[in-house]
């Protein structure tokens, strides 16, 4: 293979946790939150859990991106939700980011789901434009989110 040859994503489904898996996500979460942390053990279950599908993204041999598709039951049908995309800083404007999307939206038709969500901050502008070019379409909604107290009583 010729030293200027662009690795080519290929994107696979994790189905057990392996250090490359673990050293990559550990790497990529501050990428995605400043208030992330890593914790193998979420991890591992995320992976292990019926409802969540932990997409990766190649580029040769290195993990250079995540996402995570939820899927769950309501009495409307099977939904789901797209969530924790994350592409290394790095490789971004490869079509990494694209090609998780893309996949986890063939997943997400595969296993039925009648619709599929997401989120992202206003500020992540190239992320949006992503997600309109595969499909998402902008809908007129008001995000709650409720936190339990941290404080200690």
Do not use: K
């Not at 939700?81 to 592409?87: F, L, T």
């Amino acid at each position: 293979m010729a030293d200027d040859v662009v690795p080519t994503v290929t994107i696979e489904i994790v189905e057990r946790l392996d250090e490359a898996v673990r050293a990559a996500v550990e790497r990529l979460l501050p990428q995605l939150s400043r208030s992330a942390t890593f914790d193998e053990q979420t991890l591992a279950w995320v992976i292990a859990h019926e409802a969540t599908t932990l997409f990766v993204a190649r580029l040769g041999d290195d993990v250079v991106g995540a996402l995570t598709l939820v899927t769950y039951p309501l009495p409307t049908g099977l939904r789901a939700h797209v969530d924790d995309v994350v592409v290394d800083d790095a490789v971004r404007g490869r079509g990494v980011g694209e090609a998780l999307v893309r996949a986890a939206l063939d997943r997400a038709v595969q296993v039925g789901a009648r619709t599929v969500d997401l989120t992202s901050r206003p500020s992540r502008e190239s992320a949006i434009r992503l997600y309109e070019r595969v499909g998402f379409v902008r809908r007129d909604s008001t995000l709650f989110r409720w936190e339990p107290s941290r404080d200690p009583a």
